[in-house]
C-alpha cells in the first residue's frame, strides 16, 4: 500500500539558519510528490510538486525539494528561513493519473529569532 | 478570489445528531475532495468525486455520505456523528486528477460530544 512518512514532527530552527524537512515515500510504480504548507487556522497551500523530469523542483518562498528514487525520498529544504516560515508542512504523493492524495503525518516547523 | 468555500467554520454536535458540510468552489475545476485531519494523522482521504456525477470512497468513508450537486458543490453529510467523527473537515477541488494540485478551503472544524 502506498505510505508517505514524515519522521520528524517538529523540527526548531533559529531565523536565517537553514532547513531540512524530511519526507520519504513507499510505491513501487512511478508517483506524483508534493509539499503543502499550512499557516494556523488556515487551509493547505502547494508549495511545490514533482510529477517528472528534473529531479530538483523549486517551488513557491524559497523552497526547494530534491526527487530521490533510489532512496525513496522526497526532502524539502530552504537556505534561510523567516518567522513567517513558521507552519506546518505536509509531504504527499499519488500514484501516477490517481485522484488519491496520500499525506504524511506533518512537520510543524518552528523558526525562532 | 473566493476558491473554495466551506460553511460552517465551527460546530458542536451531540452524538446521534445528523449534519451537512457545504463546500463550494468557483474555479470550474472537475473533480472535489473530502479529507479529515487528525493531530499526528495528517489528512485523510474521506470520499472524492472526479467529475460531476460521479463520487467514490477514500480512506476512510464509514460514517459520511457524499454527494456531488453540481460541478461546483460536494457535500459531507455526517448521519448519526459520533465522538469519534471529531475532527477538522477540509474540501478541496482541482481540475483533474492529482497530476493538478489541489486547492483547499480553510476547514471546518466539528466537535461531537
Known amino acids: 500500500a502506498q505510505s508517505v512518512t514524515q519522521l520528524d514532527s517538529q523540527v526548531p530552527v533559529f531565523e536565517e539558519a537553514p532547513v531540512e524537512l524530511r519526507c520519504n515515500y513507499s510505491?513501487?510504480?512511478?508517483?506524483?510528490l508534493f509539499w503543502y504548507v499550512q499557516y494556523p487556522n488556515q487551509g493547505l497551500q502547494l508549495l511545490l510538486k514533482?510529477?517528472?523530469?528534473?529531479?530538483l523542483v523549486k517551488g513557491i518562498n524559497g523552497f526547494e525539494a530534491e526527487f530521490n528514487k533510489s532512496q525513496t525520498s522526497f526532502h524539502l529544504r530552504k537556505p534561510s528561513v523567516h518567522i513567517s516560515d513558521t507552519a506546518e508542512y505536509f509531504c504527499a504523493s499519488s500514484m501516477d493519473s490517481s485522484y488519491k492524495l496520500i499525506f504524511g503525518s506533518g512537520t510543524r516547523l518552528l523558526v525562532r529569532p | 478570489n473566493a476558491g473554495v468555500t466551506q460553511t460552517p467554520k465551527f460546530q458542536v454536535l451531540k452524538t446521534g445528531q445528523s449534519m451537512t458540510l457545504q463546500c463550494a468552489q468557483d474555479m470550474n475545476h472537475n473533480s472535489m475532495y473530502w479529507y479529515r485531519q487528525d493531530p499526528g494523522m495528517g489528512l485523510r482521504l474521506i470520499y472524492y468525486?472526479?467529475?460531476?456525477?460521479?463520487?467514490d470512497k477514500g480512506e476512510v468513508p464509514n460514517g459520511y455520505n457524499v454527494s456531488r450537486l453540481n460541478k461546483r458543490e460536494f457535500s459531507l453529510r455526517l448521519e448519526s456523528a459520533a465522538p469519534s467523527q471529531t475532527s477538522v473537515y477540509f474540501c478541496a477541488s482541482s481540475e483533474g486528477d492529482s497530476y493538478y494540485g489541489y486547492t483547499f478551503g480553510s476547514g471546518t472544524r466539528l466537535t461531537v460530544v
Open positions: 514533482y510529477l517528472s523530469g528534473s529531479t
Open positions: 510505491s513501487s510504480v512511478s508517483v506524483y
Open positions: 468525486s472526479a467529475s460531476e456525477g460521479t463520487t
